[in-house]
């Protein structure tokens, strides 16, 4: 029999903590009770059939109510007038009449006063706040231990608003830039109630760019690159040209090479052979921001070399949305082919277009992506054998 149970009428009190509206109204005042809860007892037809039971569900409900000093439910009782048992007083409604009640039928008194002396401490220092706290009362409550500390940040925050400084010297007691880190996705919700607009780039989101939309230096973004003519050395012949160099130097280095190629795997960067005007660049996955800055690439020859896989023609497309001249390199079926004994699987494909991909391309990440050469098929630019590297760059200086 479906009948509302003491378990039942916890149960709904618990749905309500859980959504964080029992605290909710403590960060504001906003009241919430006297609140109904749903009671469904038993139909007619039930009262004639199960009246045993319906008598053991009304005792149930009425200990339940009852069992410490204070009912922690009130139960509203109506006559029921039956042609067989007669009249009987059923329970109608259930209330819960105060916050202090709904939280001892769910036993959480101790984390309300805990949240209680949070909102406290929010209206004396930090009132623009208060609207987090009633947002997020259960995140608030995770974070009790770690809140001075983040108010704190915020207070000093606003006294030095854009400090043009790195993480690691904020000079606060007892906080060092780790925690800072650790609690950024928090601070940016707190920081964008707590600091004017002015102090904020609304152009910069998300965790990464923290350091930047609250004005913080952020660690540059460095580019590593080998140059592969030892004709156009940097440093004194002999050496290996490897170099690694912030986005701002590698913009202005302009160096004389018509051929420029960009692998993902650092093995093949560092074993990539010696080859007339040209260099090689480490690359970024899914991230070729940096490369922007340096307008002297868009007047060279750029090869990518990735997966043979959905995620390495995704990563081309990205790329030629920065770069549209972009070529790829060992990227074909024939290399793929070749290399089937080196094949594996490809964990998540991705599915989605690539638009910009040539007709070669997209007829071969279509036949990965629709598993017409095997299912969910890979090939790592690591497994692809150097001879077939240096034969296919041979036939490339030759073209």
Known sequence: MNWTTPADLRAQVQKLWDKGQLLAGCADGEPLFPLRLTL??????????CFDAVRAWIAELQQGAANSSRPAYRLVLREVRHRVIGANALPHEAWIDALDDALALIGKRR?????????AQTAACQPLLLPWLKKRPLRALELAGDWPRLLDIVTWLQ???RPGIYLRQVDIPGIHSKFIEAHRANLAELLDLALPAAA????????????????????????RFRLLDSRHALVGSGTDQDFAVTSAT???????ASRV??????????AFPPIADSLVIFGAGYGFDMLTEAAWLRDRTIFYWGDIDSHGFAILNQLR???????????????LLVHQQQWIDEPQPTLRDLPGLNDD?????DDLRDNRLGRQIRLEQEKIGFGWVEEILVKLQSS
């Open 200 to 223: 904020i780039d609304a152009a910069a989101g998300g965790v990464n760019e923290f350091a930047r939309r609250y004005g913080f230096r952020d660690k540059p973004l460095r580019i």
């Open 159 to 161: 006294a030095n608003p």
């Open 111 to 119: 984390e309300a006063d805990r949240f209680n002396s949070l909102v």
């Open 361 to 365: 391309e997209r007829a071969l990440f």
């Open 321 to 335: 949305a920065l770069f549209p001249h972009v070529r790829s390199f060992l990227m074909d079926r024939e290399t």
């Open 250 to 256: 590698f913009a202005r280095l302009n160096p004389a």
């Open 40 to 49: 469904k007892g038993p139909s007619s037809t039930e009262l004639s059939q």
């Open 261 to 270: 190629f960009i692998t993902e795997n650092e093995i093949n960067f560092l």
